[in-house]
T-cell receptor, first 116, second 115 residues
Framework: AQSVAQPEDQVNVAEGNPLTVKCTYS??????LFWYVQYPNRGLQFLLK??????LVKGSYGFEAEFNKSQTSFHLKKPSALVSDSALYFC??????????????FGTGTLLAVQP | NAGVTQTPKFQVLKTGQSMTLQCAQD?????MYWYRQDPGMGLRLIYY???????DKGEVPNGYNVSRLNKREFSLRLESAAPSQTSVYFC??????????????FGAGSRLTVL
């Protein structure tokens, strides 16, 4: 079965420190991977995606993610955290059996809390 | 540019009542989706519509029906609401294509409570 796992319910980091939010995946074929962010009482917003090519993907708001095929991981990173980065982060993978649609399978989410 | 608009934003129902969640997008997207978000469960796909005139079940379709009214609108109906349907519901849309790389645009969500 296809799935993504986010092993941490919450990540705490001090402002200015680097942050990492972890994601591992299990899919058939080549993975199409995504990160979304959800601010309180808002819908999800796209951050970045990996389709093919360079393993380091850069996205919005200074975030980047590293694709590691051997470890089946796609961790989200940022060199210096901001208090405004505090939000719920979701990793997702395209449903390989979705045909030409873009159905996504989401992880359970990781709450990032950045302390001032 | 409104993107994806959902109504209502909040609703409280009694068990057994029915209601329809409305969703409209103005990006000329072909595909539309309904997800529900529950604590510890992430987002789960209820139904989707790959293109106008088609609808298909997702991971958790039981207790729901959908209608793709036209290219812009995709509604979700609860015929007989149950407490297990208390959740936050998100509508999303995307382009349709074999690249699989198209991004989903989400609405702000509809918070439903069933008593």
């Amino acid at each position: 079965a296809q799935s993504v796992a986010q092993p941490e319910d919450q990540v705490n980091v001090a402002e200015g420190n680097p942050l990492t939010v972890k994601c591992t995946y299990s899919v058939s074929g080549n993975p199409y991977l995504f990160w979304y962010v959800q601010y309180p009482n808002r819908g999800l917003q796209f951050l970045l995606k990996y389709i093919t090519g360079d393993n380091l993907v850069k996205g919005s708001y200074g975030f980047e993610a590293e694709f590691n095929k051997s470890q089946t991981s796609f961790h989200l990173k940022k060199p210096s955290a901001l208090v405004s980065d505090s939000a719920l982060y979701f990793c997702a993978v395209r449903d390989y059996y979705g045909g030409a649609t873009n159905k996504l399978i989401f992880g359970t989410g990781t709450l990032l809390a950045v302390q001032p | 540019n409104a993107g994806v608009t959902q109504t209502p934003k909040f609703q409280v129902l009694k068990t057994g009542q029915s209601m329809t969640l409305q969703c409209a997008q103005d990006m000329n997207h072909n595909s539309m989706y309904w997800y529900r978000q529950d604590p510890g469960m992430g987002l789960r796909l209820i139904y989707y519509s790959a293109s106008e005139g088609t609808t298909d079940k997702g991971e958790v379709p039981n207790g729901y029906n959908v209608s793709r009214l036209n290219k812009r609108e995709f509604s979700l109906r609860l015929e007989s609401a149950a407490p297990s349907q208390t959740s936050v519901y998100f509508c999303a849309s995307s382009e349709y294509g074999l690249s699989g790389a198209n991004v989903l645009t989400f609405g702000a969500g509809s918070r439903l409570t069933v008593l």
